[in-house]
C-alpha cells in the first residue's frame, strides 16, 4: 500500500487566494482526520470523518476552513480566504475502525506559506 | 477529557548514551497511551502502544515504553541512541467521546537530538 497520499508537499499563495489540500487516505480506512502544526500550537486536530462523514469538526479555528470527503478515497481541506496565520504543516491520517492497534497512519504532510 | 503532558521540550543525549522522553497522563478510566515518532519533513509514525497487560511495552526502532499506573507515567526509553533516533517524539492517548468514539489527543512533543 502507498500510505496516506498528501498533496501538494508545499504550497506557497498570497493572503486572500484560496487554497486547497488533497488527502487520499490508505485503502480500506473508515477514519479520516485532518491536523494542524504549527510551532506555536503544536499538533491540532481540526476535523475527522467516519464513513466520509464529518464527526467533530471543534478544531476548525474558522469558517474560513471547510472540509469534505465526498467519497471513501478523498478528501479535501480548503482555506478561503488564506491568512498570514495559516501557514503551517497540514496532515492527513487515516485508521482502521476495527483495527486493534488503534494505530493511525499519517501523510507526509502540506506545507503551507501564506505570504 | 484525557491528556497527556511532555515536561521537556528537548532531551539532549549522547550517542550510546540511555534516552528517555517523558510523558505523563490524566485520564478517567484505563489509560490506552501511545508514542509517535515525527522525523524532519515526514509525517508521524506508530512506535508502540500500551492498552493492557505488561508495564513494559517493546517497539519499533528498539524502544521500549514503561506505563506506571502510580506515577500516572508512561515514559519512551531507548538503552542506546543513536544519532539517527534524532526526531520531534509524541505521547498520545485515547479520548474517548460520549458516543463510544474517539479520537487521539497528543501531548506537546519532545525534540531529541542524539550528538554523536
Known amino acids: 500500500d502507498a500510505g496516506v497520499i498528501q498533496s501538494p508537499r508545499h504550497e506557497v499563495t498570497e493572503m486572500g487566494q484560496e487554497v486547497t489540500l488533497r488527502c487520499k487516505p490508505i485503502?480500506?480506512?473508515?477514519?479520516l482526520f485532518w491536523y494542524r502544526q504549527t510551532m506555536m500550537r503544536g499538533l491540532e486536530l481540526l476535523i475527522y470523518?467516519?464513513?466520509?462523514?464529518?464527526?467533530?469538526d471543534s478544531g476548525m479555528p474558522e469558517d474560513r476552513f471547510s472540509a469534505k470527503m465526498p467519497n471513501a478515497s478523498f478528501s479535501t481541506l480548503k482555506i478561503q480566504p488564506s491568512e498570514p496565520r495559516d501557514s503551517a504543516v497540514y496532515f492527513c491520517?487515516?485508521?482502521?475502525?476495527?483495527?486493534?492497534?488503534?494505530?493511525?497512519?499519517f501523510g507526509p504532510g502540506t506545507r503551507l506559506t501564506v505570504t | 477529557a484525557q491528556s497527556v503532558a511532555q515536561p521537556e521540550d528537548q532531551v539532549n543525549v549522547a550517542e550510546g548514551n540511555p534516552l528517555t522522553v517523558k510523558c505523563t497522563y490524566s485520564?478517567?478510566?484505563?489509560?490506552?497511551l501511545f508514542w509517535y515518532v515525527q522525523y524532519p519533513n515526514r509525517g508521524l509514525q506508530f512506535l508502540l502502544k500500551?492498552?493492557?497487560?505488561?508495564?513494559l511495552v517493546k517497539g519499533s526502532y528498539g524502544f521500549e515504553a514503561e506505563f506506571n499506573k502510580s506515577q500516572t507515567s508512561f515514559h519512551l526509553k531507548k538503552p542506546s541512541a543513536l544519532v539517527s533516533d534524532s526526531a520531534l517524539y509524541f505521547c498520545?492517548?485515547?479520548?474517548?467521546?460520549?458516543?463510544?468514539?474517539?479520537?487521539?489527543?497528543f501531548g506537546a512533543g519532545t525534540t531529541v537530538t542524539v550528538r554523536a
Open positions: 485503502s480500506g480506512h473508515d477514519y
Open positions: 491520517a487515516s485508521r482502521l475502525s476495527a483495527a486493534v492497534s488503534y494505530e493511525q497512519y
Open positions: 470523518f467516519n464513513n466520509n462523514v464529518p464527526i467533530d
Open positions: 500500551y492498552i493492557t497487560g505488561d508495564n
Open positions: 485520564v478517567s478510566g484505563n489509560p490506552y
Open positions: 498520545a492517548v485515547r479520548d474517548i467521546y460520549p458516543g463510544g468514539d474517539y479520537k487521539l489527543s
